[in-house]
C-alpha cells in the first residue's frame, strides 16, 4: 500500500460560537492542510497518483477558505469553524474528487498552530 500525502496553506479569521475562553473572540491562524490518500498499486509511470493533480483538488476546496472569516463561508455559517469541522469538511468535499480513481482518501490534518492540530478519518 502506498500513502500519498499534500501540504497546502490557508490563512483565516475565526471565532468558536458558545465556546467559553478567548477563542470565543474573532482571531486569526495560518491553517496548514495535509490530505493523504492510498493506492494499492502503481501506474504505467511508476507513479501511485499525481501530485499535481491531489495539489488541485485541494487547492480548489481551500481556495473559498483563504482570507476570509470562516464563520461567513458554508458550511462554517452554520457550524463552528472548528479545526475538527474544517478537516471533516475538506475530507467530504475532496472524496467525491477522487471517486473512481486509482486512489481512496485515507485522512486529512488540520494545524491550527505548529502544536495543535486534528486528523479526521471516518469511521
Not at 475562553?21 to 495535509?34: D, F, I, S, T
Not at 471533516?88 to 486509482?102: D, F, M, R, S, W
Request: with cysteine.
Amino acid at each position: 500500500m502506498y500513502t500519498i500525502a499534500i501540504e497546502q496553506h490557508f490563512d483565516a479569521a475565526h471565532f468558536l460560537r458558545g465556546y467559553q475562553g478567548k477563542c470565543e473572540a474573532l482571531h486569526g491562524h495560518r491553517y496548514k492542510v495535509v490530505a493523504r490518500v492510498a493506492a494499492s498499486k502503481l501506474d504505467d509511470v511508476g507513479m501511485a497518483y499525481d501530485f499535481s493533480l491531489l495539489k488541485q483538488y485541494l487547492g480548489e476546496i481551500l481556495s473559498r477558505f483563504d482570507h476570509t472569516c470562516l464563520n461567513d463561508v458554508p458550511p462554517f455559517d452554520e457550524i463552528n469553524p472548528s479545526s475538527e469541522n474544517i478537516a471533516a469538511t475538506v475530507y467530504k468535499e475532496l472524496k467525491p474528487k477522487l471517486a473512481g480513481g486509482p486512489v481512496t482518501i485515507d485522512s486529512v490534518e488540520v494545524w491550527e498552530t505548529p502544536q495543535s492540530w486534528v486528523t479526521y478519518r471516518p469511521d
